[in-house]
């Protein structure tokens, strides 16, 4: 992992099989624990920056750069407040492009 807080090995093995956060667009997480990790990708094996979310709802993954962006401050900021947990508003919006990303948004 290349950052994480509060991310349990059971955090870690409930990942292989978590839920996108693009399923649960303008919903809000009770964050408990944060990742930042690679990833082989499926198709090709290159390794992929995966971003990981531990909730009371289970757990969530993105590979959105914007997201990951999102989560680096969000690890930042619970490590700094040293919370055990927070609230995450997981939005959605359109590139120019017409191109849907993810954002991570602390309520």
């Keep these: 992992m290349t950052s994480a807080y509060n991310f349990t090995k059971k955090d870690e093995i409930n990942s292989v099989s978590a839920t996108p956060l693009q399923k649960v667009k303008g919903q809000v997480l009770k964050v408990t624990g944060a990742a930042i990790t690679f990833r082989p990708d499926e198709e090709t094996g290159e390794e992929k920056k995966v971003g990981l979310l531990s909730t009371d709802q289970g757990t969530f993954s993105s590979i959105s750069a914007t997201a990951i962006k999102g989560l680096e401050l969000i690890i930042e900021y619970m490590n700094d407040e040293q919370l055990t947990d927070c609230e ?13 990303f993810i954002t991570l948004e602390i309520v």
């Design 88 to 100: 995450v508003k997981v939005n959605a919006s359109k590139s120019n492009a017409g191109r849907e």
